[in-house]
C-alpha cells in the first residue's frame, strides 16, 4: 500500500514561486511512476507533471519552463518546484502513484493512490 501525503501549498502572489513536497511510504519512489495534479471546483483532475521511474518526465504544456519535478529517493519526497506563478495555477495539488510501470502519462485514471491535497492560491 502506498500512502502519499503533501504540503508546501499556500497563497502567494503572481509571479511568486512554492516548492510542494510529496512524501512517500509503503514504497520506493524510484520504482514508482508519480505524478501532480491539480483540480479547481467544477472541473476535471488535471495532469501537471508525470516521473517514471527511469526520470522521464511528461509535462503539462501550460506548466512546461516554469515547473520543476523531482524526486529524492533517499529521502522518499517527491517535489514540484513551482516558479512564475499565475493566477490560473490555482487550485488544489495532488500527488499521485502508480506502481505499475507499464506507462507513466498525465491521465489521472491510472493512477491508483492520491494523497489528500495541498491547496495552492495565487493572486494577482
Known amino acids: 500500500q502506498v500512502q502519499l501525503v503533501e504540503s508546501g501549498g499556500a497563497s502567494v502572489q503572481a509571479g511568486g514561486s512554492l516548492r510542494l513536497s510529496c512524501a512517500v511510504s509503503?514504497?520506493?519512489?524510484?520504482?514508482?511512476?508519480m505524478g501532480w495534479f491539480r483540480q479547481t471546483p467544477g472541473k476535471e483532475r488535471e495532469g501537471v507533471v508525470a516521473?517514471?521511474?527511469?526520470?522521464?518526465?511528461r509535462y503539462a504544456d501550460s506548466v512546461k519552463g516554469r515547473f520543476t519535478v523531482s524526486k529524492d529517493n533517499a529521502k522518499n519526497i517527491l517535489y514540484l518546484q513551482m516558479n512564475s506563478l499565475r493566477p490560473e495555477d490555482t487550485a488544489m495539488y495532488y500527488c499521485?502513484?502508480?506502481?505499475?510501470?507499464?506507462?507513466?502519462?498525465?491521465?489521472?485514471?491510472?493512477?491508483?493512490?492520491w494523497g489528500q491535497g495541498t491547496q495552492v492560491t495565487v493572486s494577482s
Open positions: 499521485a502513484a502508480d506502481p505499475v510501470i507499464t506507462y507513466c502519462g498525465l491521465h489521472y485514471g491510472q493512477f491508483p493512490y
Open positions: 509503503g514504497y520506493k519512489p524510484s520504482r514508482l511512476c
Open positions: 516521473i517514471a521511474s527511469d526520470g522521464t518526465t
